[in-house]
């Protein structure tokens, strides 16, 4: 079955960044959207960025645009999210979805992807 899993989280300051990275396994990489998703402390999940592997074409929430850039390697079945100036409110649970039919989740919680990681910890300190 498929399999995703996230590393590269971590603590950092304001103005800092980190890279995450999230490996695909258990199924042909190609012909999906890959994306990125966080949940901070007592909120609800949020989509952050996708990618599509054939094309690498991307989307991201407004939060995140101009600071935050998705990318891929398809040879390794990896998709990366590079988190560049990095504010306080960025702390939250990242999670690597795969199938991604939308950023935007529904007012219950639930968020159409197919499949997701275990999750990765970003904390940003001021």
């Known amino acids: 079955q498929v399999q995703l899993a996230e590393s590269g989280g971590g603590s950092v300051q304001a103005g800092g960044s980190l890279r995450l990275a999230c490996v695909v396994s258990g199924h042909t990489y190609s012909g999906s959207f890959m994306g990125w998703f966080r949940q901070p402390p007592g909120k609800e999940r949020e989509g952050v960025a996708q990618?599509?592997?054939?094309?690498?074409?991307?989307s991201y929430a407004d939060s995140v645009k101009g600071r935050f850039t998705i990318s891929q390697d398809n040879a390794k079945s990896t998709v990366y999210l590079q988190m560049n100036m990095l504010k306080p409110e960025d702390s939250a649970m990242y999670y690597c979805a795969r199938d991604v039919q939308s950023l935007s989740c529904h007012d219950d919680g639930y968020c159409p992807v197919g499949y997701w990681g275990q999750g990765t910890q970003v904390t940003v300190s001021s």
């Open positions: 990618i599509y592997t054939d094309d690498g074409g991307t």
